[in-house]
């Protein structure tokens, strides 16, 4: 069993910062990849960021130049910085983990709102 444990959601005015934090945990083969999804009310998931096993990044344009995405190995960690965040960023984010077998695993989700 693999969990993923959530964290640093909540309510920011526009121009804020929020870090949000995602570790995993249990029966996990090597991680591959770890990123980040959010969705909007409404509207489907779409990606925000990705960092490989080897360190390389992936982001969204809409969020370039304002989140940054940071993996920590030893602890199968993965955060995402956000600066200068936007109501048009107000959605539940999903952590997302690819092992190296190519499992996938999901967070529960954590709710970021972002007023103006």
């Known amino acids: 069993q693999v969990q993923l444990v959530e964290s640093g959601g909540g309510l920011v005015q526009a121009g804020g910062s929020l870090t949000l934090s995602c570790a995993a945990s249990?029966?996990?083969?090597?991680?591959?990849?770890m990123g980040w999804y959010r969705q909007a009310a409404g509207k489907q998931r779409d990606l925000v960021a990705t960092v490989s096993s080897g360190g390389r990044t992936n982001y969204a344009d809409s969020v370039k130049d304002r989140f940054t995405i940071y993996r920590d190995n030893a602890k199968n960690t993965v955060l995402l910085q956000m600066n200068n965040l936007k109501p048009e960023d107000t959605a539940v984010y999903y952590c997302?983990?690819?092992?190296?077998?190519?499992?996938?695993?999901w967070g529960q989700g954590t709710q970021v709102t972002v007023s103006s």
């Open positions: 997302n983990v690819l092992s190296m077998n190519f499992r996938e695993y």
């Open positions: 249990g029966s996990i083969v090597s991680i591959n990849r």
